[in-house]
């Protein structure tokens, strides 16, 4: 009752022991995992934060966009207004370029930003938070690093890119990029596909020369190794890669890509596919098995109906075509291409004429909208992560309460043992005691007797 823990070692028993640390395990993990969350709300709550700024300023420059388009106002009194205009246009990338949490940058001047949050105690259970793109350059912009160019060979952390060094299920039920992957329905008609467990096996990623000159130096290498599985025709996907930033995609727009398998320790099994980070629709780009293959390039054209904001995965995979329960693959990736997207160009913008302020207008007006899209976005991100937290909350009070009731002192039956005892002993205590008085009282009652009886004599 002192330490109030009941179960104190493995000897006290052995299976509330067991249970108690797996609970301790999964509550400090749901604790870890609420301060996570947290953490998630400040990021998108500094980012609402500047985007509110930037919204002030918007209007004011809008402000001074109506105010120069009049044919009241002399070209120097333009001017004026255009002085501030351009300081109020260059505060905007400034605060686009310059706002952090922790270091990480939260806006990206040419495309979408997005931040994962680790959500609960158990792996890959995230919440994405994604900022839209919400100022630019004036540029045309495609898909950054899809050569691997800018990584040096050997690079294991790809610039632009998410690694997976770990086994993915395409099946529905594993997530990727905080979406549900697709299902691979086309696996060999004899294969238990992802459902055969897997008893082995290396996840590698990594920038190799490329063997192909014409393709460029780099390419990028998606290996497992050593790998087994449990029964015989079984097939492991992974590793896997998702791209960082999304890229807008229209119906009839093309996307490619170049991609060569081989397959290693046995046959190999790839797949991959663009993501829609706005609803987590995904199309399907190659889908693929065999022993081994020649480069090739990959061209998919957008389908009706499919506008939206893309990120690409790649997923490598083996296949135990022999049922030897042996395998392992690799997967090259090279030249991967979307269409340019013609970004706003606020930079170019000015109120020195009645003309150019009109177009202004028109330029500040869209992008007013660009934040305010960004702002609903991240405002729908931090009540489903205030939620999460929530549930987090209860989450651990529960536990908590379950762990107590395997491993601590229930105080009521203690007491009430404990009460029981005390009155035993007790009650022992007096009996010896009145037996001692007694025979205390006897004693001294023989002395008594003996002196008279030696008076008598």
């Known amino acids: 009752m002192s330490s109030g823990i009941r179960v104190q070692s493995a000897s006290d028993d052995s299976a509330r022991f067991s249970i108690g640390n797996k609970l301790k395990s999964q509550q ?24 509110a700024s930037i919204t ?63 959500a609960g105690p158990k792996a890959n259970e995230k919440i994405t938070v994604n900022i839209p793109q919400i100022y630019a350059s004036g540029s045309t912009v495609g898909f950054s690093n899809g050569d691997f160019e800018s990584n040096s060979v050997g690079d294991t952390s790809i610039t632009g890119w998410t690694v997976g060094n770990t086994r993915v299920t395409l099946d529905g039920l594993t997530d990727i990029g905080g979406w549900p992957t697709p299902t691979d329905a086309t696996k060999p008609a004899s294969s238990g596909g992802d459902t055969v467990a897997m008893t082995a096996g290396q996840f590698s990623t990594q920038v190799v020369v490329s063997d192909d000159a014409s ?92 506008d939206g904001n893309y990120k690409f995965v790649f997923v490598s995979g083996t296949y135990d075509a022999t049922g030897g329960r042996a395998l392992g693959a690799r997967l090259f990736l090279d030249n991967i291409t979307a269409p340019g997207v013609s970004t706003p160009d606020l930079n170019e913008t000015d109120i020195n004429s009645i003309a150019n302020a009109s177009s202004s207008i028109t330029e500040v007006d ?60 007790m009650g022992a205590t007096y009996v010896l005691n009145q037996l001692k008085q007694n025979s205390q009282s006897s004693i001294d009652m023989i002395r008594s007797n003996d002196v008279l009886f030696k008076k008598d004599a």
């Open 366 to 425: 869209s992008n007013i909208e660009s934040v305010t899209a960004a702002r609903a976005s991240i405002g729908a991100s931090v009540n489903r992560i205030m939620y999460a937290a929530d549930y987090l909350t209860e989450s651990a009070r529960q536990l908590a309460d379950s762990r107590s009731q395997m491993i601590d002192t229930d105080y009521a039956e203690a007491t009430g043992q404990l009460a029981r005892l005390q009155t035993l002993d």
């Open 56 to 118: 002030d300023v918007f209007q004011r420059m809008r402000e001074l966009a109506v105010q120069a388009a009049t044919d009241t106002l002399m070209d120097s009194d333009r001017n004026n207004l255009d002085a501030e205009y351009q300081s109020l246009k260059a505060q905007v990338l400034s605060t686009v370029e310059t706002t952090t949490w922790n270091g990480h940058r939260l806006f990206n001047a040419l495309s979408s930003t997005s931040f994962e949050f680790h």
């Open 28 to 51: 400090q993990g749901v604790l870890q995992a609420k301060r996570n969350l947290h953490d998630g709300i400040s990021l998108a709550q500094t980012a609402d934060a500047a985007l």
């Open 215 to 306: 393709r460029g130096d780099k390419s990028l290498q998606l290996e497992s190794t050593n790998a087994t599985v449990s029964s015989g025709y079984g097939i492991i996907h992974g590793p896997y890669i998702i791209s960082n930033d999304s890229t807008s995609l229209a119906s009839g727009d093309t996307v490619s890509f170049d991609w060569r398998a081989q397959g290693g320790q046995d046959s190999y099994d790839v797949y991959a596919y663009l993501l829609n980070v706005d609803t987590g629709s995904t199309i399907n780009l190659l889908d693929d098995t065999g022993s081994s293959s020649s480069w090739a390039t990959a061209s998919i054209t957008m389908p009706a109906n499919s």
